[in-house]
């Protein structure tokens, strides 16, 4: 191999490495915006959760409150 063929493959490499390392922070920065967001979902769903458990009863009377059908 000469010196020439040994820097082509060098140069290859760097090219190759530095387009890894271009990939990775791309993902990394992803990652990190989605982990964001699920934080920012999770956040949400509980207070959507604890704003049903504090709803008042709807209109609609309970099985034991209910008077019977006309036809019983």
């Not at 967001?37 to 099985?63: G, P, Y």
Request: glycine letters at 0%; aromatic letters at 4%.
């Amino acid at each position: 191999m000469t010196k020439q063929d040994l820097q082509a493959q060098i140069d290859e490499l760097q090219s190759k490495l530095a387009f890894q390392e271009h990939t990775i922070d791309s993902l990394n920065e992803a990652l990190s915006t989605q982990q964001e967001q699920m934080i920012d979902m999770e956040r949400k769903l509980k207070f959507v959760i604890d704003k049903i458990k504090t709803l008042q009863q709807s209109n609609i009377a309970s099985a034991d409150e209910e008077t019977p059908p006309p036809h019983y």
